[in-house]
């Protein structure tokens, strides 16, 4: 089983739509999540982290994590045609020093005008 | 302030050969990760250094090394190429203590093309 699980995709909105990205993990001590977002060709970008259960709300992106379900999300509101990308999720396994993060394969998103 | 480099930026190399990669983190950044990704595997970890000193390891063979200099930069080195170590090999950097929220930037990448 991996350790940190997306959906492949592709997803596919419409302009205009909420993209929803989902991530499980497998390991109940990890404590802070990551989405970053990769454009084809390019390298990995963070769009932003969570560490709390509940919500967290950047601009149109918002971040949800659930502990309990080993569950994290990224929604994307208003979705734009330069939203179309691979979206990464990671997750720090370990506390302080030894941390390293594990990644998702990725979702990619794909948003149609 | 100037974001993480690497370079070369495009490598072809032929099997058994080796190559050496150079990322230079953000200024004031000590910690230097590095990651091998590919279509199939995704971004797999290969090692991670701080104050000089690998500070964690991934699943990779001895083929792949790695070193911190004084400065911060990083240089990873891989011996005896094989066809399958065709890839991006992306550094990260961050500030190196571990907060919850510690973030990694990614350099631009070498795309190493083994033949």
């Known amino acids: 089983q991996k350790e940190v699980e997306q959906n492949s995709g592709p997803l596919s909105v419409p302009e205009g739509a909420i993209a929803s990205l989902n991530c499980t993990y497998s390991?109940?001590?990890?404590?802070?999540f990551f989405w970053y977002r990769q454009y084809s060709g390019k390298s990995p970008e963070l769009i932003m982290f969570?560490?709390s259960n509940g919500d967290k709300e950047d601009g149109r992106f918002t971040a949800q994590l659930n502990k309990a379900s080993q569950y994290v999300s990224l929604l994307i509101r208003d979705s734009q045609p330069s939203d179309s990308a691979t979206y990464l999720c990671?997750?720090?396994?370990?506390?302080?020093?030894?941390?390293?993060?594990?990644w998702g394969l990725g979702t990619s998103l794909a948003v149609n005008p | 302030k100037a974001g993480v480099t690497q370079t070369p930026r495009y490598l072809i190399k032929t099997r058994g050969q080796q190559v050496t990669l150079s990322c230079s983190p953000i200024s004031g950044h000590r910690s230097v990760s590095w990651y091998q990704q590919t279509p199939g595997q995704g971004l797999q970890f290969l090692f991670e250094y701080f104050s000089e000193t690998q500070r964690n390891k991934g699943n990779f063979p001895g083929r792949f090394s790695g070193r911190q200099f004084s400065n911060s930069r990083s240089e990873m080195n891989v011996s005896t190429l094989e066809l399958g170590d065709s890839a991006l090999y992306l550094c990260a950097s961050s500030w190196g203590q571990g907060s919850p929220g510690e973030t990694q930037y990614f350099g631009p990448g070498t795309r190493l093309l083994v033949l």
């Open positions: 969570i560490y």
């Open positions: 390991d109940r001590g990890s404590q802070s």
């Open positions: 990671a997750v720090n396994s370990n506390a302080g020093n030894n941390r390293k993060l594990i």
